[in-house]
């Protein structure tokens, strides 16, 4: 099975792939391995140039992990997970990773009005949205869970749009 692990940066995607790998025996292809300086991409990238390069180096039993990996369009791709946070928890996570404030905000907005979720729904059929808030043992043993036994992940129900008017105060308040 090749799996797509995507999500707002901060969701968990890097720590939730490793896990989740180690445990089925995958790979993970981490695409920011691709795109940072002195690596096959340096700068700039295309979509086109991410769906070459992943295409190059998917193989069975691997997920390939980025805040992108939702938009590859290769049919190798057996299931697109889409990781989930709670937009204050993920203004921690990144504030604590040193990202401007900017950032921070577009990136909180994006995920309280389900951006990645709804870009990865409008292009597969084979998405399935798992929440990363509190628990990375939780989210692990979900997927797990389904590649092994065909078990579904929780049902997601969160709606963090109510967060959104938060987040604009937080922000745009300096």
Do not use: W
Request: glycine share 6%; hydrophobic share 35%; with cysteine.
């Amino acid at each position: 099975m090749i799996i797509s692990l995507s999500g707002t940066p901060g969701t968990g995607k890097s720590a939730l792939g490793a896990n989740v790998a180690r445990k089925l025996g995958y790979d993970v292809i981490e695409l920011s391995d691709f795109i940072k300086n002195g690596s096959e991409l340096e700068t700039e990238v295309s979509l086109n140039d991410l769906n070459h390069i992943s295409n190059s180096k998917m193989k069975e039993n691997s997920i390939i992990v980025s805040h992108l990996a939702h938009l590859l369009t290769s049919n190798k791709i057996d299931l697109f997970i889409v990781l989930r946070c709670d937009p204050r928890e993920l203004i921690k996570r990144l504030k604590k990773r040193g990202y401007p404030n900017s950032k921070v905000y577009d990136n909180a907005m994006f995920e309280a009005l389900d951006g990645t979720y709804i870009e990865a729904v409008e292009l597969h059929k084979n998405v399935v949205q798992i929440d990363n808030t509190k628990n990375l043992n939780s989210a692990v043993r979900q997927i797990v869970s389904f590649v092994e036994n065909g078990d579904p992940p929780k049902k997601f129900n969160k709606d963090y749009s109510k967060y959104l008017l938060l987040i604009e105060k937080l922000f745009r308040s300096r």
